[in-house]
């Protein structure tokens, strides 16, 4: 039989403010994890996706494990998690010592179902002080993540109106449906945190990067003091909690701005395709 031609995901498009905005970044000698890039990065993604803050990281992987510590999940706690997915979600619910459940996939859509998730939490959870409780495990549910695959966003109303109803929260997980919309708004209007990844197999690229996007200042925050190692005093180094090296560099974030500013062009093209 004749070799089948592959169809890449995503192949790297590097034709645009690329090349003058690594050497602009290369110039200033700004190359680690602070300079101008990473502002305008933050600044520019928080525009695109609508959230008020963005805390860019060094890979998808960092910004779905600092959403989970974010939200203090941890050991005891369940989070409701594709199983058609990537095993970075997975892996990261692991770090923090929480379980996943996994959700299967709609037939149709290929995300994850809203309808195994309600039953889920209807038939066999149970409030409690502690907050939702599984009652086959007695662990606590703390949030659904939504892994929105291959460029289509999930069944998002739905998912937002089981959070509210149970009290959980959103992490969506958008790594592969950056530019996406839903219903004219960006993918991950509902989420409590975004995370975006900038790998180079993904719509657009920082060579390896990530990001995650919430309106919650608190946990913006919080996310960005464990991404800069948890430093409390900068002068003396002093350090309270664990901490991660999880930021961006400003030479990825150099190539991230410009990739950003095609976008458009990219979804167009994909949809094209
Ligand atoms: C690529 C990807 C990630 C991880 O991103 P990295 O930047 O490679 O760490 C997470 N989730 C999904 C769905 C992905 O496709």
Redo the contacts with the bound molecule.
């Keep these: 039989m004749p070799e089948r031609p592959r169809i890449p995901l995503s192949n790297p498009e590097i034709s645009g403010n690329e090349w003058l905005y690594v050497k602009k970044c290369l110039d200033s000698a700004w190359v680690s994890s602070a300079g101008s890039y990473v502002n305008e990065f933050e600044k520019n993604l928080s525009g695109m996706v609508n959230k008020q803050h963005v805390v860019a990281t060094s ?4 910004a ?1 494990h600092l959403a989970l510590l974010s939200l203090n999940i941890g050991a005891g706690d369940e989070v409701l998690v594709s199983d058609l ?2 095993a ?2 997975l892996n990261t619910i692991r770090y923090c010592g929480a379980e996943p459940i996994l959700v299967d996939s709609d037939r149709e859509s290929w995300q994850l179902d809203p309808e195994l998730i309600r039953e889920f939490l209807r038939k066999q959870c149970a409030r409690s002080t502690r907050g939702l409780i599984n009652q086959t495990s007695g662990r606590r549910v703390a949030a659904i993540l939504p ?1 929105h ?1 291959l460029g289509h966003p999930g069944p998002e109303s739905q998912i937002s109106e089981l959070a509210s109803e149970f009290d959980l929260f959103v992490i969506d ?1 958008i ?2 449906t950056l530019g996406a919309k839903v219903r004219g708004r960006p993918v991950g209007g509902g989420a409590t945190v975004a995370c975006y ?3 180079g ?2 719509i657009v690229t920082a060579g ?3 990001a995650l996007a919430t309106n919650e200042s608190a946990v913006a925050e919080r996310a960005f003091y464990l991404s800069t190692q948890a430093k409390d005093d900068p002068i003396f180094y002093g350090h309270n909690e664990i901490g991660y090296n999880y930021r961006l560099t400003n030479l990825q974030a150099a190539l991230a701005v410009a990739q950003l500013e095609r976008l458009e062009e990219f979804v167009e093209r994909k949809r094209a395709i």
């Design positions: 890979s998808g992987t960092a779905l997915t990537f970075a979600p892994v695959i997980d790594s592969e990844s900038f790998n197999n993904k390896g990067g990530g």
